[in-house]
């Protein structure tokens, strides 16, 4: 695969705006609603709902000429709230995640003003802190919100281990229960089949220290971590990566529309069981939410495409939370304008023909140029045991997030890193990556940045 399309010399934000930047289409409503609308018609596989509406033959729909609600005047207020699946506890759409919270109370308190309920975290977020920031932040208001925490509970923990670090959590947390607490980053089945996890839980719910139990995933094999725990009943909820780019009819759809345009694109269709496991979840009453929507995140280079004050982001929150099967996204807020420019999207429906544009457009720029969460093609490619897919997620956190400092923290957390890479040939994992990435070239760059 050639390595034009993987920029290791630059920031992945910045490099792959200029490298993509000349293929842009000159994206208008008229033109992607009438692509759209056209090729539907031509395939045979759609049908037309009404004046801007289409059903694809998978039963997903995309309503093209729906307006987005608009809110009243004042600041932007969370404007719809879901159960959460079977639990019993109610989320805002829109949650905010503690990834890189290390000690900003004020943050809470202003996501508490735009009506934020839910705050998602974990025992190893900023080394503890974040759940510290959290406790602090919320005390006075427990009785109005839910928390959600997470550990990863390999097979190799213990039962007693694992409420030792609920325990501190809670301290940390300055309550007495967490209302969802997930295995923390699953991807291995065997995470959920450990008895010592399953007693874990038990216990934990039997002294009402947990409300709902689950799992977190972003990696290869999520998809088979999910069937297995929906087949043994070990879920009340999941939060997954997902977005727009993991939905094989909006890939399709783009993709045929962007197909005119430039042959550099390809879409990757990391786990496409995923749609139809989220569904299977939420019928069968677990909690679905979702994170990583954003697809990297690479937010400023879309600024100059924004217009109206609508936002790359906003469209990307639109779509995931129109999706039937998802009840609620969590996102990393890390300023008050971005818990502003997130909570803005609550409530205001699917996205319409201008959103869509600018999810196509954020494609056509960064589609070659960003490791696709979840997707773990390159696994095994390393014979050094590089976890490459962990790696780029890694250089993610750093380069298209903006937290050198967190991504720094977060690489040393893993087990093997890429230091390897530097004096490797990079030969055994070229053409390892699906998405044509220059692997060896990223890992070294990245190693040399967060080392
Ligand atoms: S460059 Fe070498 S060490 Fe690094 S991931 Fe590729 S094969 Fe492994
Ligand atoms: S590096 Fe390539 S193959 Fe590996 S997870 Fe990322 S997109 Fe997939």
Redesign the pocket.
């Known amino acids: 695969m050639s390595t034009k399309r993987g920029d290791a010399g630059s920031d992945g934000s910045a490099g792959s705006a200029e490298s993509a930047g000349s293929k842009d289409p000159a994206w208008t409503r008229r033109r992607f609603l009438g692509e759209s609308l056209r090729r539907s018609r031509a395939i045979g596989a759609g049908v037309v709902l009404g004046p801007a509406s289409v059903a694809f033959a998978d039963g997903d729909s995309a309503l093209l000429g729906t307006p987005v609600v608009a809110r009243e005047a004042g600041p932007p207020h969370i404007r719809q709230r879901r159960k959460l699946g079977r639990t019993g506890i109610e989320i805002p759409d829109i949650s905010m995640g503690s990834f890189s919270l290390e000690s900003d109370v004020d943050l809470v308190a202003h996501a508490l003003d735009r009506g934020i309920t839910h705050f998602d975290t974990a025992e190893s977020y900023a080394d503890g802190r974040a759940e510290e920031v959290l406790g602090r932040a919320l005390v006075g208001h427990r009785a109005r919100i839910t928390l959600t925490s997470k550990f990863s509970a390999g097979p190799e923990r213990s039962a007693k281990e694992q409420m030792a670090v609920l325990e501190r959590s809670l301290r940390r947390l300055r309550t007495d229960h967490i209302d969802v607490y997930l295995n923390h980053a699953v991807n291995d089945p065997a995470c959920l089949a450990s008895p010592e996890w399953q007693a874990f839980v038990a216990r934990a719910k039997r002294e009402g220290k947990i409300r709902a139990a689950g799992m977190s995933g972003h990696a290869?094999r999520l998809a088979e971590c999910l069937r297995h725990g929906l087949d043994a009943g070990l879920l009340d909820v999941i939060l997954v990566a997902y977005n727009y780019a993991q939905q094989p009819s909006y890939r399709e759809n783009v993709r045929q529309y962007l197909s005119g345009l430039s042959s550099a694109f390809d879409f990757?269709s990391?786990q496409p069981e995923l749609p139809g496991l989220l569904a299977r979840a939420r019928a069968a009453g677990v909690g679905v939410m979702v994170m990583k929507t954003l697809r990297g995140a690479r937010l400023n280079d879309m600024r100059p495409f924004e217009k109206s004050g609508r936002t790359f982001a906003q469209a990307a929150f639109r779509w995931v939370l129109s999706e039937p099967a998802v009840e609620g996204l969590v996102v990393s807020m890390t300023s008050p304008a971005m818990i502003d420019e997130y909570v803005e999207a609550s409530g205001s429906g699917p996205p319409d023909a201008e959103d869509l544009a600018l999810l196509a457009r954020y494609e056509a720029r960064h589609a070659a140029t960003?490791?696709?969460i979840g997707?773990?093609?390159?696994?095994g490619a390393c014979p050094a045991g590089v976890p490459?897919?962990d790696v780029?997620r890694m250089r993610m956190y750093a380069a298209d997030y903006g937290l050198p400092t967190t991504a720094a923290r977060e690489y040393a957390r893993l087990d093997v890193d890429a230091a390897a890479c530097l004096g490797c040939s990079g030969a055994p994992c070229a053409g390892?990556?699906?998405?044509g990435?220059a692997?060896a070239d990223w890992n070294r760059d990245t190693h040399r940045r967060l080392a």
């Open positions: 290869g990757v990391p960003t490791c696709a997707c773990g093609d390159c696994a490459i897919a780029m390892a990556c699906s998405a990435l692997i």
